[in-house]
């Protein structure tokens, strides 16, 4: 079967198994496209044109992907919104993208009262009963029988996390064909993968890049799809045994929970017919990821990428002869390190992470200001900071936003981290910088314990002095802060920021 993407393969193997969605039930080839047509036609009667903009704020599920599917085949710019968020930043993201309809869940009823304020109530949708919505299932009852107008493909416009500020939407400029590949419309940079038989699991919420781009490209390479809603360990485990799993996509907060379970747990799984673990996202601790490519092998796939573009690539050979790396580019991407000047920094030493535009451009929506501030001529920066050996692969060292600076000199909380997450007791962990009136910053660890472990002043004392033992001092926590959640999202995004304000209330902060 060539590899010509969904909308082919639907065409050709209406049969072929195509969806496993989280209450398992299956679906078709043939039947989400049939559904996505429909939805097409839907979007037609009420007026959309292909290049107008749908907002889609849905849990993972068969809805989701048949809202995707038609909006990339309507030509519409899809802006998947993390429905996490309070109804006014719901709706900042609706205005702001200029949406003309929203697709929503029951589920989210409180917030989408005023999400939605600002549509027509004929262009608010939610599976399920929402009042001041239309049914979900009058969007699958659009009339097919006219011949619809080929359009150009459409655009995912995703929306940055806004961990400092209004998040912006990330436009890129692609031009697709008519039912090209729908991994395509995603603008992650992976290239369309080859035809396979075998079966995807993606249980990251499909707002984020890497877990769309992932279910969209294991469609176009005729995959079964397994969809999880709410990602655990047993679950993962469960599902891979049962259908037979060859390709994930994780986290390495994943990583850590599977570490977890109990070994008469955790090796009585049957993994053995995964082929394929991608993961990214956030920086992974060495130990944690050694430990997982002991356990299911040298599968384990790494990428650094951003919403904006492409980055790097590595595979578990290439990461067990250089711990710690994030790869060389992918390609078609040029990747500099530069300092604050703008001159290329020398092999080993840490500076800003460029990467070019090479595969596509991009704007951040509405905010001129924003997209030039991080550009060096075709090269972009998203303020990570890191530095490249002399083989060309990246290591990072941790975000610009998120360097502690302790009496001039400057701290990774990454580095730091990666220590904390060795520490048996330590469930989950994040380091922040804390004001000092004498070094101006100090270092503070924010610690989520394991179950069952109690948070005391032992406990504290230990987990700093398990840190001494491995870091120089001046890196080391000078407390520990115990909290019952960090409040990762299913991602394993945090937002850094939040911790922060809770030390520096009232102080005047360096960024």
Same mark, same amino acid.
Not at 162 to 191: E, M, Q, S, Y
């Given at each position: &079967? ?30 989400? #496209? ?73 589920? *989210? ?13 004929? @262009?608010? *949708? ?8 239309? +049914? ?78 992932? &279910? ?16 655990? +360990? ?19 907060? &994943? ?18 017919? #995964?082929?394929?673990? &991608? ?144 520490? +048996? ?39 700093? @002095? ?19 959640? #960090? ?25």
């Amino acid at each position: &079967m060539p590899a010509e993407g969904f909308f082919a393969i639907a065409r050709a193997e209406p049969d072929r198994p195509a969806l496993v969605d989280p209450a398992e039930a299956t679906s078709t080839f043939g039947e989400l #496209l049939d559904d996505a047509d429909r939805v097409v036609a839907a979007f037609r009667s009420l007026g959309l044109a292909a290049g107008d903009t749908i907002a889609v704020a849905l849990p993972n599920s068969r809805q989701f992907v048949v809202a995707y599917a038609a909006a990339i085949r309507a030509g519409l710019v899809f802006v998947p919104v993390n429905w996490h968020l309070t109804g006014p930043e719901i709706a900042y993201i609706v205005e702001n993208s200029e949406a003309k309809l929203l697709v929503s869940h029951e589920r *989210f009823a409180p917030a989408l009262a005023v999400a939605g304020a600002a549509l027509d109530p004929s @262009r608010r *949708f939610a599976v399920g009963a929402v009042e001041g919505y239309r +049914p979900f299932e009058e969007l699958l009852a659009g009339d097919t029988s006219e011949q619809q107008e080929t359009v150009p493909g459409g655009l995912v416009m995703f929306y940055t996390s806004g961990t400092t500020g209004r998040p912006k939407g990330v436009r890129k400029r692609i031009t697709l064909p008519p039912d090209a590949p729908i991994g395509l419309a995603t603008g992650i940079g992976v290239p369309v993968p080859a035809a396979d038989d075998g079966t995807a699991l993606v249980g990251g919420p499909l707002y984020h890049g890497n877990p769309l781009a992932a &279910m969209a490209m294991a469609l176009d390479a005729g995959q079964r799809l397994v969809l999880m809603e709410r990602w655990t +360990p047993e679950g993962f485990l469960r599902l891979v045994e049962r259908y037979r799993v060859t390709n994930a996509v994780m986290v390495p907060t &994943m990583f850590h929970r599977l570490l977890a379970l109990p070994d008469e747990v955790r090796l009585a799984a049957d993994v053995s017919s #995964l082929r394929r673990v &991608m993961h990214g996202g956030a920086p992974c601790p060495i130990d944690t990821k050694r430990r997982m490519i002991e356990w299911l092998g040298p599968i384990l796939v790494e990428g650094y990428s951003s919403t904006e573009g492409a980055g790097t690539l590595v595979t578990s050979e290439e990461w067990l002869a250089r711990p710690g790396t994030v790869g060389r580019p992918s390609p078609g991407v040029t990747l500099k390190i530069l300092d604050d000047d703008g001159h290329e920094c020398p092999t080993g030493t840490p500076g800003r992470v460029f990467v070019s535009q090479a595969l596509w451009q991009f704007e951040y929506l509405g905010d001129e200001e924003k997209t030039r501030a991080n550009r060096v001529g075709d090269l972009f920066t998203v303020g990570d900071i890191g530095y490249v050996d002399d083989e060309g692969y990246l290591f990072l060292c941790d975000r610009v936003a998120d360097v502690i600076v302790s009496g001039g000199v400057n701290i990774y909380p990454a580095e730091v981290e990666g220590v904390l997450l060795e520490h +048996p007791a330590v469930g989950d962990a994040a380091v922040v910088g804390a004001p000092n009136d004498e070094w101006g910053e100090e270092v503070r660890a924010v610690v989520e314990p394991r179950a069952g472990v109690a948070a005391d002043d032992a406990l504290a004392a230990d987990i700093i @002095r398990f840190c001494r033992d491995r870091l120089a001092h001046y890196k080391c926590p000078v407390a520990v802060d115990f909290v019952d959640s #960090l409040g990762r999202d299913p991602n394993g995004k945090l937002r850094k920021q939040v911790l922060r304000d809770r030390y520096w209330a009232g102080r005047t902060r360096r960024i």
